[in-house]
């Protein structure tokens, strides 16, 4: 699910994140693929100290900009997203200045 999330959600608003994932997640459960119940993309991509950091250094506190960031800074490549209005780029740039991701 994790590899599926950062490969697929990057584009796509909170709503539609969150419809997918719970058609993957009915998905691998009709498979019996042992998917946990508590499962939490966020707590598989950062750690909650992590986030905390993030929005003391500007980022958003909407549930998207969280997951944005998670796939962003857990991804080997970066992954497609739709930023109208350049708020990923800006705290992107800023983390990228920082050293770190």
Known sequence: LVAAAVAYLGPLGHQARSELMSQWRADCDQRSLGILEDFSLLEELCEESQR?????????????AVQSAAI??????????LDPYQQALRWLR?????GEN
């Open 72 to 81: 962003f800074l857990g991804a080997a490549r970066w992954p497609f997203c």
């Open 94 to 98: 800023a983390e990228a200045a920082r």
């Open 52 to 64: 905390q950091e993030w929005h003391s250094r500007g980022l958003q506190a909407d549930p998207q």
